[in-house]
Structure formats: structure tokens, C-alpha cells
């Protein structure tokens, strides 16, 4: 445990370190916002969800649509926005993952019969 000569030393350490949190946090929320929606992509991993643009980073892969999350470093689908899917084109993993589609279907169109609708901004996401 640190000691501190005067209890105004350790406030100021508290003040500084939340100083440099705040900040990082405005510099992601602005560099966040500076992206168009078009081309914001979040990485589809629960432990990373980096927001990634579709033209910000160069692909590290032999395929055009795949980029590295600069975070975790894990392979991510532009086309697809799912992790990578390194033996099939985009159309063949379509077709493969087509039951998902039809379940967004139904989904949509249970909340449409209930009135139901699509929360604009998560209170998750900082």
C-alpha cells in the first residue's frame, strides 16, 4: 500500500487519474462519432467490440473484405460483419447462415403485429 504525506496528494492522484480516463473516453466518443454510420462496423465479439470503419484500417488478409480488429487483432468479414470465414466466399456463408435471416424475419415481423420497436441507442456502448 502507498503511503501519502498528505491526504491532498492522494486526491490529486485521483483527480489526475480521472482526468486521463475522461479524456480517453471524449477522444474514443469523438473519433466515434467522426465515423459515418455507413461505415461503422463493431467487432462481433463479446469480450473486444471495437468499433472498427470500413476504411480506416488496410485489410491484413489476402481477401479484400477482411480487416484485423486493431484491439483483439481477430479477423473480421466487412462484407459479413461476422468473424471471418476463411474457406467460403460471402455468398456461400450467406446461403449456410441463411436460417438466421429468416429468424430476423420473424422476429420483425412479431414486433411489427405487437407494436413493438428497435431501441436507437444502446446504454451499453460507451
Given at each position: 500500500?502507498?503511503?501519502f504525506?498528505?491526504?491532498s496528494e492522494f486526491d490529486e492522484m485521483k483527480m489526475?487519474?480521472?482526468k486521463r480516463r475522461l479524456s480517453y473516453m471524449w477522444r474514443q466518443?469523438?473519433?466515434e462519432d467522426s465515423v459515418s454510420v455507413v461505415e461503422k462496423i463493431y467487432f462481433p465479439n463479446t469480450n473486444c467490440s471495437m468499433l472498427i470503419s470500413k476504411t480506416e484500417h488496410p485489410s491484413g488478409s489476402d481477401q479484400t473484405n477482411v480487416q484485423a480488429c486493431i484491439k483483439c487483432c481477430g479477423p473480421l468479414c466487412i462484407d459479413?460483419?461476422?468473424p471471418s470465414h476463411y474457406d467460403l466466399s460471402c455468398?456461400?456463408?450467406k446461403n449456410i447462415h441463411n436460417?438466421?435471416?429468416v429468424d430476423d424475419m420473424i422476429l420483425k415481423c412479431l414486433a411489427d403485429d405487437n407494436g413493438w420497436r428497435q431501441i436507437t441507442k444502446s446504454m451499453h456502448k460507451s
Open positions: 500500500m502507498m503511503s504525506h498528505h491526504e489526475n487519474y480521472w466518443k469523438m473519433k459479413c460483419k461476422v455468398a456461400d456463408y436460417e438466421s435471416k
